[in-house]
């Protein structure tokens, strides 16, 4: 369907001789993370930055030629769904890109930074990661910072608010948000801009609940993780991002990245343009709607879809991502 196409398949070896031969100031942090999953979803913003070209998830068909993409001077992603709020709405499963564009530079800057949080991939390094870098790199100013945090509780997505003045190193906010909980709080940021906050509310009918919000500042980018204590329940954990008001950020932060590249590795002179697709494009079927997640559980058991279904799906899909999951099975 795509002759004029060449196709790489890379496995964890040459990913890590990749990562150490183009990219050895990222190698520690490459090497620090606990799963697999971690480095699968870095590699492929590294090899886009580099190489660019299209990657694509080995769960996705392709039902229509990718010709007509070929051609743009964008960074293309796709959305899925139409909940613009929703963590996961930009997928990392399917992205093309010309080489060396400056936004996936920025995209390494968040991760360097994020990886020293304990969070789970969808948000260290995974779609949610995504969606952060993009809404960062779109809006080069805010009226003011704000943080949120979106932690599950139950089967009800709760979205907590965190809104804090950042003074010197001195930290004060307000919290609101999971099972009602509404509380002020106060902190400090260290030298090194780690930021650690501890403090407990009580809610009706659930007792004491004790809130840890922590995360790191650099430059005026802020990442952190929440994890929310609920008496007799699982721990809720979520995350929080910060944009300040300053629009230099984006071109501080891609600034220290470009310092550790080798020569010929620097990023083209322009900003990057980011293209997001319409969600019959490269998403049509949809993990988080019950009647699509049965389509790929029988794809998965091997009952190919009819072509009649997929047209159903979207008769203007390049693209149908069968969403296997692959990486929830425990490693041995």
Request: glycine residues 6%.
């Amino acid at each position: 369907m795509n002759p004029e196409f060449s196709y790489e398949l890379w496995d964890d070896c040459d990913n890590r001789q990749f990562v150490a031969r183009e990219f050895p100031w990222f190698l520690d942090t490459y090497n620090s993370y606990p799963n697999e999953i971690y480095r699968v979803d870095t590699i492929r913003y590294l090899y886009l930055y580099l190489h660019g070209g299209f990657y694509i998830d080995l769960d996705t068909e392709c039902v229509k030629a990718l010709e007509p993409l070929v051609h743009t001077r964008d960074v293309l992603l796709g959305r899925m769904g139409n909940d613009t709020a929703f963590a996961h709405s930009i997928p990392n499963a399917i992205m093309a890109s010309p080489p060396r564009q400056e936004f996936w530079l920025f995209l390494v800057y968040l991760l360097r930074h994020r990886s020293r949080l304990r969070l789970m991939p969808e948000h260290s390094t995974g779609p949610a990661l995504l969606r952060t870098a993009v809404t960062l790199y779109w809006h080069d100013r805010t009226e003011k910072e704000t943080w949120r945090a979106v932690l599950r509780c139950d089967e009800i997505y709760d979205e907590a608010i965190l809104r804090f003045n950042r003074i010197g190193k001195a930290i004060s906010g307000y919290y609101s948000g999971v099972l009602g909980a509404k509380v002020a709080f106060t902190g400090t940021c260290n030298r090194a801009g780690n930021v650690f906050i501890e403090f407990e509310t009580a809610v009706a009918d659930q007792g004491i609940v004790r809130v840890s919000i922590e995360g790191q500042f650099c430059d005026d980018v802020g990442v952190g993780a929440v994890t929310v204590h609920i008496p007799e329940r699982r721990l809720r954990t979520g995350e929080w991002l910060a944009h300040s008001a300053n629009a230099l950020h984006h071109k501080r932060a891609i600034r220290s990245m470009i310092s550790q590249l080798k020569i010929g590795q620097h990023p083209r002179p322009s900003r990057s343009t980011l293209t997001i697709l319409d969600p019959g494009k490269w998403y049509a079927i949809n993990w988080s709607r019950n009647e699509h997640h049965l389509l790929c559980r029988a794809v998965v058991d091997g009952r190919d879809l009819e072509d009649e279904t997929k047209r159903k799906l979207s008769a203007d899909a390049y693209l149908l991502t069968y969403w296997t999951h692959s990486w929830r099975v425990p490693e041995e």
